[in-house]
């Protein structure tokens, strides 16, 4: 059984930080890319950054030069960097893991950004 837990999320104020985690558990060696979305009311779940295996990063247009994704290939952990929040971040947050051609998703983490 594979499962994706996060961890991190919070309230934060525009212009703070926060990082977010994301653990997998089960037999997933190797996963090949892993990543984080997001999902607000007003919008449809929208990729906010992955990094495969070998250390390839990609980023929204939205959140380029204000959050970093790194991962630990050997704890299988995902992690994300959020720098300078804005209240257009306020979403769920879901860690993603592509593994042997299938999609593994967890339970998502709320990140709210507000004054």
């Known amino acids: 059984q594979v499962q994706l837990v996060e961890s991190g999320g919070g309230l934060v104020q525009p212009g703070g930080s926060l990082r977010l985690s994301c653990a997998a558990s089960?037999?997933?060696?190797?996963?090949?890319?892993m990543g984080w979305y997001r999902q607000s009311p007003e919008k449809s779940r929208e990729l906010v950054a992955t990094i495969a295996s070998g250390g390839y990063t990609n980023y929204a247009a939205s959140v380029k030069g204000r959050f970093t994704i790194s991962r630990d290939n050997a704890e299988n952990g995902v992690y994300l960097q959020m720098t300078n929040l804005k209240s257009e971040d306020t979403a769920v947050y879901y860690c993603?893991?592509?593994?042997?051609?299938?999609?593994?998703w967890g339970q998502g983490t709320q990140v709210t950004v507000s004054s």
């Open positions: 089960g037999s997933m060696s190797g996963i090949d890319f």
């Open positions: 993603h893991a592509l593994y042997k051609g299938t999609s593994y």
